[in-house]
């Protein structure tokens, strides 16, 4: 199997409000995108938004909801006050901030906030992990 994710699907209670939020952030839904499910090109993957209870079908999870504090979704920034400013953009967009901008024990910066459906997200600069000519993650 190749090495790679190329698409997350996030589990969403009100598709119309979920993609109104990631509209917001400046996000532009592909022309794939339909009534059923909404699409984001991020980089060299993309995002989906499902409406919840159809995942729940498709995974065979039927009443149980899907998101947990085991996985969150990262968006790497070029810069470290990138992150304040993006933490300060999500949270005026609808966000509930998780944890604030703080300095890393490893040299970064990092903040986490969570998506209108409890999804768990991480803005992060790691100067150590460059990005590419697309915002593509570089890992050495």
């Known amino acids: 199997m190749d090495q790679r994710l190329s698409l997350v699907t996030l ?13 917001m952030l400046g ?7 339909c009534e059923q499910v909404c699409f984001f090109q991020t980089g060299s993957m993309g995002i989906a938004l499902y409406p919840m209870d159809e995942l729940l079908a498709d995974t065979g999870k039927t009443g149980t909801h899907p998101v947990s504090g085991g996985i969150t979704l990262g968006i790497n920034v070029p810069r470290r006050e990138d992150v304040d400013r993006e933490l300060a953009t999500v949270l005026a967009c609808g966000a509930a901030p998780l944890q604030p901008a703080t300095d890393t024990p490893w040299g970064g910066r990092t903040a986490y906030f ?3 459906d409890g999804h768990p997200w991480e803005i992060t600069w790691a100067p150590m992990f460059p990005l590419g000519p697309a915002g593509e993650l570089i890992l050495p």
């Open 11 to 23: 589990g969403v209670s009100n598709l119309v409000k979920a993609r109104a939020f990631y509209e």
């Open 27 to 33: 996000w532009k839904a592909s022309e794939a995108s």
């Open 114 to 116: 969570a998506d209108p």
